[in-house]
């Protein structure tokens, strides 16, 4: 069965800090992978998805930058956090072939930047 | 632009009622849907979902109805339960870029024991 993992659960970093967020996904091949921002009492903004390896695309311009190293992983990464940054961060994965396939979203990371 | 957005951002039920959740949707949608369940501090689980050949779907204890005249599409939660209070998101992949998926804005819905 396929299983995402997304690490850490939680994290705190001051303001300039960088951030590496990672996502792996077990059990499928050349799965779409997002990430995803929700701030506290709204809804899921996406931020990027790739749908190959090398392959990002960007929905958002911010400080945020995603990479695909492997067919499986997806990192989340900046290089100087902004205190608007804080939020809860989600990656998902979800099977390439067509329209009619749903997202299957990892545990999440609160991120607080301080 | 592309939207899939929600009536009411709260709702409360007594425990043993139906619920019925709303959501609105625009033209950019594609002809899926997904309705999601958040509980606090995970992510987003997956529900039950529709394409657009069909006007109902049920599930256990939920039902999803799909107006596709009026762009409308509803989950109905039957009897309630305390473990039903939740954040409940519809979601499509848009029509003009299928890998793309967004949410709405979500419904929190709260159940009175």
């Known amino acids: 069965s396929q299983t995402i993992h997304q690490w850490p659960a939680t994290l705190v970093q001051p303001v300039g800090s960088p951030l ?33 390896i090398g392959q990002i695309s960007s ?13 499986r992983q997806f990192i989340l990464s900046s290089k100087k956090l902004l205190l608007s940054d804080s939020g809860f961060y989600l990656c998902a ?22 | 632009g592309e939207n899939v957005g929600l009536h009411l951002p709260t709702l409360s039920v007594q425990e043993g009622d139906n619920s019925i959740i709303n ?45 596709k005249t009026v762009k409308h599409l509803s989950l109905q939660i039957a009897a309630t339960q305390p473990g039903d209070s939740a954040v409940y998101f519809c979601a499509s992949p848009m029509k003009t ?3 793309k998926v967004i949410f709405g804005p979500g419904t929190s819905l709260s159940v009175i024991p």
């Open chain 1, 59 to 71: 929905e958002v311009p911010q400080n945020l930058s995603a990479s695909r190293p492997q067919d």
């Open chain 1, 93 to 114: 994965w979800r099977a390439w072939e067509g329209a009619n396939t749903e997202a299957f979203f990892g545990q999440g990371t609160r991120l607080t930047v301080v």
């Open chain 2, 97 to 99: 870029s299928y890998d």
């Open chain 2, 23 to 67: 959501c609105a949707y625009s033209n950019s949608a594609s002809d899926y849907f997904i309705w999601y369940k958040q509980e606090s501090g995970k992510g987003p689980q997956f529900i039950i979902d529709i394409r657009s050949n069909m006007d109902k779907r049920q599930g256990q204890r939920v039902t999803v109805l799909l107006n």
């Open chain 1, 20 to 52: 590496s967020l990672e996502c792996t996904v077990e059990g499928t091949s050349n799965p779409n992978l997002y990430w995803y921002r929700q701030a506290a009492g709204r809804g899921l903004q996406l931020l990027f998805y790739s749908v190959g």
